[in-house]
């Protein structure tokens, strides 16, 4: 549901405080809760170049996080971000894949002591 | 960090069940945290030390082992099992006639429970504006009438010999194919999951006259995940002084053990599948809408 | 506290309880339903015989002879004299009253002839149900479903205008009885209430520098009691002395009372009744002869003191015994200072439905007398054609409008014996079935609930076994308002004729045929019937031992008491109405008479409560007979005392009340208000009584009555601390949120048909009077009646029906008077879970259980928790039930912790929570505060007329008011424009013409006082304030404004 309604009102929003720089960025993302955001914070947890990660849930009514990100040396919060984004996809793809294939092979298992 | 090596190694692997409380319940291997660990994001290691351990498998259920994942992302699998992953479900109840007992209200709470077999990847999303379709909407029906049974005996005072369709089931559900839908799922005939869910009561002269819409929705509850490899949890042994300082329990941390119990829509291994491709989606969706941004 | 645990016999604590359902809970209401029997079939017909003869002062001829009255089976007048039986429900449901003719037979004069006439009626009488004369009597099951009625209804209330009423049991002191007292000087006195059908009465005897004076109401000042003594015809000092007492120290107590006589110069009837004749307070006398103040003084001592000693042809003897008797009491009480109790239940009566129906039928049957008596006296003189009949004078509506006034509006104000009672009938509390019952047990007492006085709240030792000790309310009537434990039964009045007889028979010496001296000695006993002087035994052992056998024989009531007074030397025999007793089992020998077989029989139907009683097993004793008999507790005490004559109690749960025994292991409760709280809460009070969720099924044909499931599954979970005080998750009703399936049914939007008949013929005018649905949320309608009530107006009931999910700020309670408001609603992946994958329904703060000590909650979570696991119920009452540490060995044996307490994973973040949890079902229920009812909040809305201020209350749309308090905080603040802006600007500001050479309030920029307009300047104020200024004006007071600029 979330894909359709992206278009409308933006899934991502950045708020930054005045002055500060790109290594200490809030990120607003709409339609999101713990399942995202507990398991982005620790791929980005992972990163050294992080200084500190978190996130909160605004309010119960509000389905909404916000994700702040404070780098180490002046590297833009937003790289932190995407690389634990595409770790966390990687990560999928791999238990995914893992997955798929253990539950193949339990089910041939399966089949031949029946034949 | 003053600790001796192996209880480092303790502190990051272990959960430790003490008398009074569980200790070192948070992840802590992140870098920075202890000298000379690397704890640096590596695929490869992730990759050499995952593993997944399917122990049961059949059309309602599973389990399987996850071994060498964090819990919170073993953890955003489970909250979308239960969650996220979207099923087939009636969502408007169309009561023409109702003169059971059962309040229209409840018969449609009632009815929206009940698990309808039907292959949710194969439909879409509905929009909420436009009319029922055949691509958003599988049409159900319920028609049915309670009558006495003339051939019952007459100083009979059971119902089941008394009456006629006096118990409704999840069985007289029909199923009305709206457009193409007849040819489209020939072979996989929609229809509830069990047969016997009871849905109402009725004595003779009451009838039902129900048409149901399922629409593709979220938030099922499908799957209950256990996460331990211990099994006497019950602490027994610390009850026993003699014994309680001899033991020490412990919990490998990344070790999880996933049951999985369908409602019967899908099967389970389908779900977890589902679950985790919906986790994908939302990184990819994150990772284009910054890119998007990043363009602009 | 482990004693109780204990088991009766090889009895399950399941098979005990056996009873409980089937006498009990019939046996809650008994008492009400016996008394009303006992009124309808009895009573009414000696108050017929008390006043059953009406003469005019008009015609001596003329008279009226009541023969007998009855009161029929309930009915519904269709038209003019045609009737049909009437069923409950109908009457709840057409706004009737369920009442039944009361008719007379009666024999009166017309002209010269004699008449005889049968079943005329005189009134109605409200019928209470399952009483003798209701419909439901002797129906089965099937047959009350057919009668739309819950064959578990108890029965036992009234139904008056279509509403349920409960005529409460009011507690009383004990009538005709002596209570020797102390007043707060330390003074002892004795007093006695007499109570008769004609008079009511109080008689003090006090002490005065010695010597012992009588108080009366109709006496103007106290009267030396030799005096009385000799005015009753006791002339000589002597026979005084030795009807008082002969011990030495009795007499020189009593010499300057005598002393005082002496000196008074009184020494015969004669002089005495002359003396007593100038003291009588001057009464207004309707007619009738004259009465010289001697006769004056004698009736007076006849009739009016000691009312309920009977004095025959003013033979005095039993009075003066009697008053002697009194005397004896207070003098023995100063020495040792052994005062009575009032409060002990010995001397109290309860007053049942009966009771207080029949005061208020005789006083209603008294007023018609009178009416009909005056209405002889008018008409008979005046001669006309017809002759004078008075059957078309007997109007019915006044006893109906009478009886049914009194129950719908609880006001007993019975002006002949100066009682003005509110609040005797309650509506009939409908929230779930024990609290229905609750109601009908419940006992109210007579004292103000304004005094803080300590002795009636207090917990009474003599109410063991009769009174709930723990249910009683919070609050202004704690201790006041109390309930019948469960198989407590309230005697209705006996005929005493046969137990007289038996006591003379028993060797009980009248005391008419007595000097006086043998009181004095120390082997002879007075026996006492229900107050009054019987005689005296010499053998008072042996009178009790066969008056016991007799009645465990059946030979004479079974609710008769007998018990001996070792002190006073005073045997009391009581059959009167009002005394509280209870069932115990006959020990013989060490051996209880009730044995397992018994209790099968019982359990299996094959013998009911009844034949226990009639074959001697189990006998029924009252307040002051318990004191004389040994009561085990459990059969194994028996042995300890083993003695002829003891007593086994039934079960120990049968001390409490319905209600308090759904607390689920209440004595732990109960532990903790005992030491620490002051006079106000001697006992421990949270009775809860269930509340479903549906408070509206009121209307509708059959009410579900709640099986109470002893273990449900919720969870509860302890470890969390957090502020809020419960979390709820809403689970399973998740897929119809928001999107309810609203059928084709509206609001209904009822308009009151407009009344044809009061039309004036021509054009009828019509106004639209609508009666609107109001609700934030919307109804469906269950059902819609249409009817017509009793005087055949139309009458349209709707009943709307809401579903109502869990939602934040509903309150919800367990059993142990755990009550909390939901603060969140968590969806299902948050909450976390523990090893089985079972997550908590409710999460409840542990910090509830220090300060509260509901160890009951913690043990039924613990049980329930084994129960569920082994899939059975487990038995938690406040006297036994399983022990926790079977229960842990239970949860072991699954493989749980010990303590209950899991390993729990949390929802959000994936790791173990740092604490275990204490995880287990505890049962919940809704109450029916929620928030739906109360959310409220106003921007702009109505006002009231006269201040223009806002309205008050949800039901108006009403403002929330900035108190005086919160005033206070804001003027400390100094938040000067926020007071402003919340009280004027918000509230009533209004703009004002002030003149400012006068200071009074102009009109549109012109004084009027002034008749200019060039000092007028336009001001706001709130209007309340321009109100009051007018309104000083008008009581001739002017408020003058000075005005000035305020930048000068």
Known sequence: SMAEEGEKKPVLEMVQADGADDGCVTFVMHNEDHTLGNSLRYMIMKNPDVEFCGYTITHPSESKINFRIQTRGGIPAVEPLQNGLNELHEVCQHVLNTFQARVNEFKEAQEKPME | ?296 | MEVLGGEFGDMTPQELAAPVNTVAVKGLVKQHIDSFNYFINVEIKKIMKANEKITSDADPMWYLKYLNIYVGMPDVEESFNVTRPVSPHECRLRDMTYSAPITVDIEYTRGSQRIIRNALPIGRMPIMLRSSNCVLTGKTPMEFSKLNECPLDPGGYFIVKGQEKVILIQEQLSKNRIIVDQDRKGTVGASVTSSTHEKKSRTNLIVKQGRYYLRHNTLSEDAPIAIIFKGMGVESDQEIVQMIGTEEHVMASFAPSLEECQKAQIFTQTQALRFLGNKVRRQRMWGGPKKTKMEEARELLASLILTHVPVKEFNFRAKCFYLAVMVRRVILAQGDNKVDDRDYYGNKRLELAGQLLSLLFEDLFKKFNAELKKIADQIIPKQRAAQFDVVKHMRQDQITNGMVNAISTGNWSLKRFKMDRQGVTQVLSRLSFISALGMMTRISSQFEKTRKVSGPRSLQPSQWGMLCPSDTPEGEACGLVKNLALMTHITTDMEDGPIIKLAFNLGVEDINLLCGEELSYPSVFLVFLNGNILGVIRDHRKLVCTFRLMRRAGFINEFVSISTNMTDRCVYISSDGGRLCRPYIIVKKGQPMVNNKHMDDLSQGYRTFEDFLHEGLVEYLDVNEENDCQIALYEHMISKYAKHDTNGQKQPSWVMLVTACFIPSEKRRTWRSSPSRCWECVRASFPTPTTTSHPGTRTSALWASRPWVRSLCWACVVGFVSDTVCFILWCSGERVENKQVLVNKSMPTVTQTPLEGSAQPGQPQYKDVPISYKGSTDSYIEKVMISSNAEDAFLIKILLRQTRRPEIGDKFSSRHGQKGVCGLIVPQEDMPFCDTGICPDIIMNPHGYPSRMTVGKLIELLAGKAGVLDGRFHYGTAFGGSKVKDVCEDLIRYGYNYQGKDYVTSGITGEPLEAYIYFGPVYYQKLKHMVLDKMHARARGPRAVLTRQPTEGRSRDGGLRLGEMERDCLIGYGASMLLLERLMISSDAFEVDVCGQCGLLGYSGWCHYCKSSCHVSSLRIPYACKLLFQELQSMNIIPRLKLSRYNE
């Not at chain 2, 042994?237 to 049951?259: A, M, Q």
Request: one cysteine or more.
């Open chain 2, 1 to 296: 960090m003053a600790a001796p090596m192996s209880n480092v190694e303790e502190i990051r692997s272990r959960v430790i069940l003490g008398e009074f409380g569980v200790k070192n319940v948070h992840t802590t291997d992140f870098p920075g945290n202890y000298p000379g660990f690397d704890d640096t994001w590596d695929m490869k290691r992730f990759q050499k030390n995952f593993r997944i351990d399917v122990v049961h498998l059949d059309e309602n259920s599973m389990e399987f082992d996850m071994v060498g994942i964090d819990a919170a992302i073993a953890n955003a699998f489970r909250r979308i099992l239960l969650a996220e992953v979207p099923t087939m479900a009636i969502e408007k109840v169309f009561i023409y006639n109702n003169t059971s007992i059962v309040q229209d209200e409840v018969l449609a709470h009632r009815l929206g429970l009940i698990p309808i077999k039907a292959d949710p990847r194969l439909f879409e999303f509905k929009n909420t504006e436009e009319e029922a379709s055949e691509i958003d909407t599988i049409k159900l029906q319920l028609k049915i009438k309670c009558s006495r049974n003339p051939r019952a005996s007459k100083d009979s005072s059971d119902p089941q010999e008394l009456y006629l369709n006096h118990m409704v089931y999840s069985k007289d559900i029909e199923w009305v194919p709206i457009g193409n839908q007849a040819d489209v799922f020939a072979d996989s005939c929609i229809r509830p999951v069990h047969d016997d869910i009871l849905i109402a009561q009725l004595r003779p002269g009451q009838e039902l006259d129900i048409i149901m819409h399922c629409v593709k929705g979220i938030g099922k509850k499908v799957a209950k995940v256990v996460n331990s490899r211990l099994d006497t949890c019950s602490r027994e042994v610390l009850r026993h002084s003699d014994l309680k300082n001899c033991v020490k329990l412990g919990r490998v941390r990344d070790h999880f053990i996933f049951t999985v119990e369908s409602t019967g829509i899908l099967p389970p291994d389908v779900l977890v599948t589902e679950a985790i491709q919906v986790l994908m989606a939302k990184c990819q969706s994150f990772l284009s809408e910054m890119n998007s941004v990043d363009m602009e």
